[in-house]
């Protein structure tokens, strides 16, 4: 099981990014993925998620109308549309996945995912 996460870059102040996450060794249909990212020293944070079963879809309020998360279980990629990036976006951006259909409150706990990917970085910054 193996998850790839790539498109981080550095990018202005409300410009856009789509960061991607190639799942390999397992169907990706049958899990239920997030996206998290972490700043150095602090808690690795939710950003998005979609779960499994009713593929419903759970956004950190700090990303609301910005971020937009999709899956596509045919190339067993996950992705990460990012519009309108504040430099607050700046970030390591993880994406994870499990097996579980984990409840709504626990969608962004990192310890409810399995599998993780190595990170991409985001910069956002003039």
């Known amino acids: 099981v193996q998850l790839q996460a790539s498109g981080g870059g550095l990018v202005q102040p409300g410009g856009s990014l789509r960061l991607s996450c190639a799942a390999s060794?397992?169907?990706?249909?049958?899990?239920?993925v997030a996206w998290f990212r972490q700043l150095p020293g602090q808690e690795r944070e939710g950003v998005s998620a979609?779960?499994?079963?009713?593929?419903?879809?759970v956004y950190a309020n700090a990303v609301k109308g910005r971020f937009t998360i999709s899956r596509d279980n045919a190339k067993g990629t996950i992705y990460l549309q990012m519009n309108a990036l504040k430099p607050e976006d700046t970030a390591v951006y993880y994406c994870?996945?499990?097996?579980?259909?984990?409840?709504?409150?626990?969608?962004?706990?990192?310890?409810?995912?399995?599998?993780w990917g190595q990170g991409t970085e985001v910069t956002v910054s003039s």
């Open positions: 994870a996945t499990t097996s579980g259909n984990p409840i709504y409150s626990s969608m962004f706990q990192p310890t409810t995912y399995t599998y």
């Open positions: 060794g397992f169907s990706l249909d049958s899990h239920s």
């Open positions: 979609i779960r499994r079963g009713d593929r419903k879809t």
